[in-house]
């Protein structure tokens, strides 16, 4: 039963400090997408990745944010510094396609709380 | 900023009922995909509906497109208490870049 996995599931963390995510896309798939859930502003972009190659992160707070693919099978997305403000729950999502918009198979998430 | 609109924010239904949620979207679009996410866990792909369709079927679920309008709804019908979740529509646009804007989503409640 292929999955998105992610690790960690929850992080709680001291503001300042530095937060690794990793995410294992489904063997095969060739995008990823990074997504942060918050009640306020709902499912939001960060950035995603075809065949490894960044596309998009006009979501993503530069400063602070990071998002690499080392290899086909782990996508991170690092907060570094972190703030109160980062307190989300931060989705992977995996698919393929050649080109074009397609259905994403979601993770399971990171519940991040920044104190 | 969020492409796609449901409508309405939360419905709550006796079990059996059918469930209707709309999405309002402002851009042309490639294609429209509806999820569905249990409280606690990652969305689930439901449906796509490519720009060129009217309407869709999946099991008890049904989707219509109107690109006139800019919109489309969700037809959960003989709902069940186990489709109690949040349901969100997501627009990948004309450019077909490969990304989706998800809307706010609406939450439906199913009372057994």
């Known amino acids: 039963?292929?999955?998105?996995t992610q690790t960690p599931r929850d992080k709680v963390t001291e503001m300042g400090q530095e937060v690794t995510m990793r995410c294992q896309p489904i063997l095969g798939h060739n995008t990823v997408f990074w997504y942060r859930q918050t009640m306020m502003q709902g499912l939001e972009l960060l950035a995603y990745?075809?065949?490894?190659?960044?596309l998009d992160d006009s979501g993503m707070p530069k400063d602070r944010f990071s998002a690499e693919m080392p290899d086909a099978t782990l996508a991170t997305l690092k907060i570094q510094p972190s703030e109160p403000r980062d307190s989300a729950v931060y989705f992977c999502a995996s698919g393929f396609s050649?080109?074009?918009a397609h259905e994403q198979f979601f993770g399971p998430g990171t519940r991040l709380t920044v104190l | 900023s969020q492409q796609g609109e449901e409508d309405p924010q939360a419905l709550s239904i006796q079990e059996g009922e059918n469930a209707t949620m709309n999405c309002s979207y402002k851009t042309s679009i490639n294609n429209l995909q509806w999820y569905r996410q249990n409280s606690g866990r990652g969305l689930v792909h439901l449906i796509l509906i490519r720009s060129n369709e009217r309407e869709k079927h999946s099991g008890r679920l049904r989707v219509t497109l109107?690109?006139?309008?800019k919109s489309s709804s969700l037809l959960i019908t003989a709902s069940r208490a186990a489709d109690t979740a949040s349901y969100f529509c997501a627009v990948a646009s004309s450019s077909n870049t490969g990304k989706l804007i998800f809307g706010q989503g609406t939450t439906l409640q199913v009372k057994p």
Do not use: H, I, M, Q
Not at chain 1, 1 to 4: E, L, P, Q
């Open chain 1, 1 to 4: 039963d292929a999955r998105v």
């Open chain 1, 49 to 54: 990745f075809r065949n490894r190659a960044p």
């Open chain 1, 98 to 100: 050649a080109s074009g």
């Open chain 2, 66 to 69: 109107d690109t006139s309008k």
